[in-house]
């Protein structure tokens, strides 16, 4: 069985323990990592690493011995509970010795996850968990959490009231960061909120978030919004080689615009004074002259070329995002 988007969410944090496979396959390691912990510890209970019930085996183990998974699955340890065995880094070559532990399976047994880098459609690893009866393929890609997944991470965070633009600013921070860093970002935030019943605050997103992009994205923006357009692909260059990627420039340029867009609509709002007192004065100004009317235009224009930058096109990134940002420079004028 193959899922994907909310109800993949829901089944790392609460396998099915009648199963007797997990798939968790994906480009980016820290990802896999992290859910396949998720899933193991909801699998084994709180104590099942500690009690031993969590078995790790590594891929090159399992193809010099092939029957190691199936003997590893029916293995009975010292202590009760139910049991996990973990097979790392696997590859269509490991399909057959999985396949073989799969299909004898039976009820108490260990579940097995079997984590793998990026698949392709017609991967033998893949095409086995998604047509396995008893067995659940999940992919990760780079797409941010839903608004359920979101929920569930406060919940677990103990942040359970947070109000509309404080959601907004976490929302935004999940689309900059990888899943174990915005989890680190609500724990801090839980520890912020210590004792304090009110509702999470942006104040509070801002006191907790790290700084995730390097300085020249802040001379970037202002180039932008100050209609710099002849500043903005020496700027776009200097940011490629320090490592930014366009989706998060695309991030950046739309968490600004939504900014000036709030201080045009309200002077006095919770995104403005968020800011250091300098950035503060300068996104006052620059909303001024843009005006609610074209900020909004251009938050348009930056989701469309985020969506762009998302799909499956070949064009160049770089190139359509700063395209959009010349395109939006010109505006301001």
Not at 8 to 37: H, K, M, N
Not at 286 to 311: K, Y
């Amino acid at each position: 069985m193959k899922l994907s988007g909310a109800e993949a969410a829901r089944y790392f944090a609460r396998p099915d323990p009648a199963r007797a496979g997990l798939l968790i396959f994906g480009a980016d390691p820290v990802r896999v990592a992290d859910r396949r912990a998720q899933a193991a510890a909801a699998l084994a209970g709180p104590d099942g690493a500690a009690e031993m019930r969590i078995t790790r085996m590594a891929a090159a183990d399992l193809r010099r011995e092939p029957a190691r998974l199936a003997d590893a699955l029916r293995e009975r340890g010292f202590f009760p509970g139910p049991r996990v065995v973990v097979v790392e880094d696997a590859t269509d070559a490991l399909a057959p010795a999985i396949a073989e532990a799969l299909r004898d399976w039976a009820p108490g047994d260990a579940q097995a996850i079997v984590t793998a880098g990026a698949l392709t459609g017609r991967s033998a690893l893949k095409t086995l968990f998604e047509t396995h009866p008893g067995a659940v393929a999940i992919g990760l890609y780079d797409d941010p959490p839903g608004r359920e997944e979101l929920d569930a991470m406060l919940a677990a965070a103990g942040l359970p009231r947070v109000d509309r633009e404080a959601m907004a600013e976490i929302a935004a921070l999940s689309r900059d960061l990888d899943p174990g860093d915005l989890r680190q970002v609500l724990e801090k935030l839980s520890l912020w909120k210590h004792g304090d019943p009110a509702p999470v605050t942006p104040a509070d997103v801002a006191a907790c978030a790290p700084a995730t992009l390097e300085a020249g994205a802040d001379d970037l923006m202002a180039a932008v919004a100050d209609g710099r357009a002849p500043a903005i692909g020496p700027l776009i260059r200097r940011l490629e080689a320090q490592g930014a990627s366009a989706v998060t420039l695309a991030i950046a340029a739309l968490r600004h615009v939504r900014t000036l867009h709030a201080l045009a609509l309200d002077p006095n709002s919770p995104r403005g004074r968020m800011l250091p007192h300098r950035a503060r004065e300068a996104a006052a100004r620059q909303a001024r002259d843009w005006g609610p009317r074209r900020l909004e235009e251009a938050l348009a224009m930056i989701l469309d070329t985020d969506l762009a930058l998302r799909s499956a096109s070949r064009a160049p990134s770089m190139a359509l995002l700063e395209r959009c940002l010349i395109r939006l420079a010109m505006m301001r004028r």
